[in-house]
T-cell receptor, first 114, second 110 residues
Framework: DTGVSQNPRHKITKRGQNVTFRCDPI?????LYWYRQTLGQGPEFLTY????????KSRLLSDRFSAERPKGSFSTLEIQRTEQGDSAMYLC????????????FGQGTRLTVV | GNSVTQMEGPVTLSEEAFLTINCTYT??????LFWYVQYPGEGLQLLLK?????DKGSNKGFEATYRKETTSFHLEKGSVQVSDSAVYFC?????????FGQGTELSVKP
């Protein structure tokens, strides 16, 4: 297993367009997380899945954001009608179920909205 | 609520200097605590962890001791190298997810 994989690595889009990012977790990990990171800040939690079930979504997350994890394998994060404030690094991580277990991160997708 | 506070950066040190990055947390009970590191152009990776109070985590010459009395998990290294230049994040697992501090950027000059 090569770790958590995210695609694309970079995305430039025009304001108002929709974008979709993909995350492939470590195969035996049943938890998958999405975070957003802006310059000079720590990763901010967006949502997480246990297998295919979305267990929590941040209250700060706009309705324009949606995430799926069909069949409990890869996950997609879609942002509709992008805004300049959506420009950030989007990080995916995966882990085993147990509380306090280490999460493994992908290299992220950098989104720039122009 | 649950939160993590780190000392502000950037921190600039000369090679072989002593490093301390402060981290304090707010949480009920005695959670595990982590330090993650993010090298330029790379994803976050776990540097070290402590799973209970008074534990000491260590890796690559870095150490951190989980002190419940002061709710702290300060990161230390006795002699930093240029290759340690990175952003360091303290993290607290809570409610199924990780809560991160804002990160401390370290720059080590030769």
């Amino acid at each position: 297993d090569t770790g958590v994989s995210q695609n694309p690595r970079h995305k430039i889009t025009k304001r108002g367009q929709n974008v979709t990012f993909r995350c492939d977790p470590i195969s035996e990990h049943n938890r998958l997380y999405w975070y957003r990171q802006t310059l000079g800040q720590g990763p901010e939690f967006l949502t997480y899945f246990q297998n295919e079930a979305q267990l929590e979504k941040s209250r700060l997350l706009s309705d324009r954001f949606s995430a799926e994890r069909p069949k409990g394998s890869f996950s997609t994060l879609e942002i509709q009608r992008t805004e300049q404030g959506d420009s950030a690094m989007y990080l995916c991580a995966s882990s085993l179920f147990e509380e306090g277990t280490e999460a493994f991160f992908g290299q992220g997708t950098r989104l720039t909205v122009v | 609520g649950n939160s993590v506070t780190q000392m502000e950066g950037p921190v600039t040190l000369s090679e072989e200097a002593f490093l301390t990055i402060n981290c304090t947390y707010t949480a009920t009970g005695y959670p595990s605590l982590f330090w993650y590191v993010q090298y330029p152009g790379e994803g976050l990776q776990l540097l070290l962890k402590a799973t209970k109070a008074d534990d000491k985590g260590s890796n690559k010459g870095f150490e951190a001791t989980y002190r419940k009395e002061t709710t702290s998990f300060h990161l230390e290294k006795g002699s930093v190298q240029v290759s340690d230049s990175a952003v360091y994040f303290c993290a607290l697992p809570r409610g199924g997810k990780l809560i991160f501090g804002q990160g401390t950027e370290l720059s080590v000059k030769p």
